[in-house]
């Protein structure tokens, strides 16, 4: 069956550390993988996406993987900072002609100071 | 530039009852998806429209359906109410000249059924 696999249990980590969060999934093809940050009571919003033929994407502080043979993406967040603590989600887009995006359940990420 | 706004953002309806609710995506953009989102299931899509028409639909039984207005803006209805529709109902815009980039979303709609 197909699946997407997110840390189910809360990472805590402490303030200035790299957070490491893995997205995994069994049986699809992604042609697209998107990483999304959700607040409690808030709509998701968008931090990277990353195409099958890409291995790695930055942006300031964030680092996205994506090794298809794996099937599996790691999403980092460097020098992490209390407010960074939030539900973070991963989404496949299996091709180019589907908009939809398939959810994660997301991690939820707690930074302390 | 305003964002994706969602109303009602809170409504409680009975079993059976039907509910509309309402998405103005981000001005310009032609594309407005929905997701449903629960406990249990997590994020989930409903359907997507660009330019008034249905381009992806999810795996949703029939008393979910759409609608997207010539001005970009969509609706979304659930008839016959069931317990398990109790969820946050998440609209999503995009540019929609492709496939692929990232969603937009808004604050959601929080519907509990009693």
């Known amino acids: 069956s197909q699946k997407i696999e997110q840390n189910s249990e809360a990472l805590n980590i402490q303030e200035g550390k790299t957070a490491t969060l893995t997205c995994n999934y069994t049986?699809?093809?992604?042609?697209?993988l998107q990483w999304y940050r959700q607040d409690p009571g808030r709509g998701p919003v968008f931090l990277l996406l990353?195409?099958?033929?890409?291995k790695e994407k930055r942006k300031e502080r964030l680092k996205v993987t994506f090794d298809t043979t794996l099937k599996q993406s790691l999403f980092h967040i460097t020098a992490s900072q209390p407010a960074d603590s939030a539900t973070y989600l991963c989404?496949?887009?299996?091709?180019?002609?589907?908009?939809?995006?398939?959810f994660g359940s997301g991690t939820r990420l707690q930074v302390q100071p | 530039k305003a964002g994706v706004t969602q109303t009602p953002r809170y409504l409680i309806k009975t079993r059976g009852q039907q509910v509309t609710l309402s998405c103005s995506p981000i001005?310009?953009?032609?594309?407005v998806s929905w997701y449903q989102q629960t406990p249990g299931q997590g994020l989930q899509f409903l359907f997507e429209?660009?330019?008034?028409?249905?381009?992806n639909k999810g795996n949703f039984p029939g008393r979910f359906s759409g609608r997207q207005f010539s001005n970009s803006r969509s609706e979304m209805n659930v008839s016959t109410l069931e317990l398990g529709d109790s969820a946050l109902y998440l609209c999503?815009?995009?540019?929609?000249?492709?496939?692929?980039?990232?969603?937009?979303f808004g604050e959601g709609s929080r519907l509990t059924v009693l």
């Open positions: 999503a815009s995009s540019e929609g000249a492709t496939n692929t980039g990232e969603l937009f």
């Open positions: 049986n699809y093809s992604p042609a697209y």
């Open positions: 990353i195409r099958e033929n890409e």
């Open positions: 989404a496949l887009q299996m091709d180019t002609g589907r908009r939809a995006l398939t």
């Open positions: 001005s310009g953009h032609r594309s």
């Open positions: 429209y660009f330019s008034e028409t249905q381009r």
